[in-house]
């Protein structure tokens, strides 16, 4: 019998889509000594592309459950990840911490109880009467923005994060290839991924990761599958207003839903994801802007000098995200909303380990 690291050099697994989730898993599984090939015809248009890379898993209110697990395991293996990752780039970290804020006094009141009950000493209640959220009610023109901050949560730059996978995986010398799947199919104990042109990708194990296309390339019926896509959308503003500086706020936060990223002095980024659509209504900006009874002046006179979007995959009737082993060899691994970048660790785990049961 062949020992487990011949084994694993052996079995070539073909990875099918290339996002956060897609590279990630390449990056645990050719660790682990595999032959990867990534396969995605769209690598600059998918979603990952359009995440603002907040990392929100500490301060997740709900801490039970598969949920609630998978973000502790995550939590748990991105210090590890990061000091890997920073042999190909130096400057990638995560920026702590995270602040999240409401104008709802019921939902601020949830919060408490969550600081409360939890006793964490990583998590902590903003009063209004403290530094930091004075200046945000300062800089916002209101007196009633409230909430908690987290000192183990915070951001990771998710186009430098893409970027630094890049080279690791250039590094491994990892297949890429830029053609379409329009079907897989079993063969003889392998997996046939078929193009879009006809030819052949053999493989002992394909891993589904792309998105809303992979309910196309199974029997969602039979396997009970719903994917609906929901848009996650950014916009970059520029602020001219001398009396505001947008460096004197925090570095990431969230305001009743909205996530807002300071990038300069007059310069900030707004984004969320919670439409059910493919594309931005046309107006977006005032959605996205939209999450105080009253918006300051210099939001209301922004001028708007970049934005992008993109869609992602929400399970419909379960629970995000979709990680099962559909049939022996098939793995599907998507579905995961807002938490692709928090989760990437976690998944690439699991992926890792029911592999191992698979073949051993």
Partial sequence: MKSLKENFQRAHIVIIGSGIIGKFNALELSELGFQVTIVDPTQLQNSSNAALGLLMGNMYQKRTGRSWELRKQSIELWPQ?????????????????????????EKFKKLEKFIYKNNDHNLRILERDSIVIKKINKAFQTNNIKGIISFKDGRINPFSLLQ?????LKHKKINFSKEEIIKIRKSNNQWVSITKNNENIKSDMVILCNSLKAVDLIDSISHNITLKPVLGQAMEIDINDAEVDLLSLPKQFNINGKNIIPKSKNKLIIGSTDEYSTKPEENAFEKLTNFLDKKPNWLMKGKISKKWYGIRARPDGEPSPIMKNLENGLIICTGFY???ILLAPACSKWVANEIKNYLF
């Fill in 81 to 105: 990840w990061i000091t890997f990752l920073q042999k190909f780039n130096c400057e990638l970290n995560i920026e702590k911490p995270l602040i999240q804020l409401t104008t709802n006094e």
């Fill in 164 to 168: 630094t996978l890049d080279k690791y």
């Fill in 338 to 340: 807002k938490n692709g």
